[in-house]
């Protein structure tokens, strides 16, 4: 109970704490940053729900230190009340396949103690942590919307005979590299990018003269960041609440669609077309 206080204050540059099992195993390390005022854990109203990113470091560094830029760009774009940021820890040194249950489990958790649209679900990460978001990602359609990576990239990628995804209904990455960055980096980043590409998938593809290894770089942080707070999952279905919204008149207010916006996505984007018929 103490925690679940702790975790509902607005925090910022909050502490590190561990994601226990029924057992008392600790499952994963996490740090969470939450925005104010947030809607009580269930709300499905889209209107009081929030997104969720998922950071995760490079390996040898702290939990939560991917979740700054993410933060940052954030507040720069006025988004900072519409999102929690949680920052994850590998199990090992390095992320790896010992991650896939620990990150489902946090997210899970996210999902159940907190107002988190599951069609608003972001990864982020830099290194090994930008690797497992864009595997995980990539191999777990349902779970996550998309992904953005700094520095690296991932190799473990569903084969087209094993996946019924359509590249029209998969997630989508958005993959950035700092032409300062180590030698081996620039190769890694390129080839992945190619790998990405081939299957299919929808990818933003960024290099910058003026950049090197860190994630920090508001430029592609604003970028990125504003172009997955406006995606939504493709492939779950639209909540009751969702549908509703889609099949009521559409209204503008303060300019836009504003409910409709709320909804998002393939289907709210098609009921803009049919207003504007």
């Known amino acids: 109970a103490a925690?679940?206080?702790a975790l509902c204050l607005p925090v910022f540059a909050a502490e590190e704490r561990e994601l226990k099992d029924d057992s008392g195993r600790?499952?994963?390390?996490?740090?969470?940053?939450?925005?104010?005022?947030?809607?009580p854990a269930g709300t499905t109203d889209p209107a009081k729900q929030v997104g969720l990113f998922l950071c995760f470091p490079e390996h040898d560094r702290p939990t939560g230190d991917e979740i700054y830029p993410v933060r940052a760009a954030l507040q720069r774009l006025g988004l900072?009340?519409?999102?929690?940021?949680?920052?994850?820890?590998?199990?090992?040194?390095?992320?790896?396949?010992?991650?896939?249950?620990?990150?489902?489990?946090?997210l899970a958790w996210a999902l159940k103690t907190y107002p988190v649209n599951p069609r608003r679900v972001?990864?982020?990460?830099?290194?090994?942590?930008?690797?497992?978001?864009?595997?995980?990602?990539?191999?777990?359609?349902?779970?996550?919307?998309?992904?953005?990576?700094?520095?690296?990239?991932?190799?473990k990628m569903p084969e087209e005979i094993?996946?019924?995804?359509?590249?029209?209904r998969a997630p989508q990455f958005y993959m950035v590299l700092g032409r300062r960055d180590l030698a081996h980096h620039l190769t890694n980043v390129r080839d992945g990018y190619s790998r990405v590409q081939?299957?299919?998938?929808?990818?933003?593809?960024?290099?910058?003269?003026?950049?090197?290894?860190?994630?920090?770089?508001?430029p592609s942080n604003d970028e990125a960041i504003g172009?997955?707070?406006?995606?939504?999952?493709?492939?779950?279905?639209?909540?009751?609440?969702?549908?509703?919204?889609?099949?009521?008149?559409?209204?503008?207010?303060?300019?836009y669609y504003k409910a409709i916006a709320n909804v998002g996505?393939?289907?709210?984007?098609?009921?803009?077309?049919?207003?504007?018929v």
């Open 3 to 5: 925690l679940f206080v």
């Open 26 to 39: 600790t499952v994963i390390r996490y740090v969470a940053e939450l925005p104010p005022n947030l809607a």
């Open 80 to 106: 900072q009340d519409q999102f929690i940021v949680i920052g994850g820890h590998p199990q090992e040194r390095k992320f790896g396949a010992a991650d896939y249950e620990p990150i489902q489990k946090l």
């Open 122 to 155: 972001y990864m982020y990460g830099k290194g090994e942590g930008g690797k497992i978001s864009g595997e995980m990602t990539m191999a777990l359609p349902e779970k996550f919307t998309a992904a953005i990576s700094y520095s690296w990239t991932w190799w």
């Open 162 to 168: 094993d996946t019924a995804i359509d590249p029209e």
């Open 198 to 218: 081939a299957k299919g998938h929808h990818v933003i593809y960024r290099e910058f003269d003026d950049h090197g290894a860190r994630s920090y770089h508001p």
């Open 227 to 255: 172009w997955a707070a406006r995606l939504r999952n493709r492939t779950l279905p639209l909540s009751a609440a969702e549908k509703r919204i889609l099949t009521q008149p559409a209204v503008i207010a303060d300019g």
């Open 265 to 276: 996505g393939l289907e709210a984007g098609a009921e803009i077309g049919r207003a504007h």
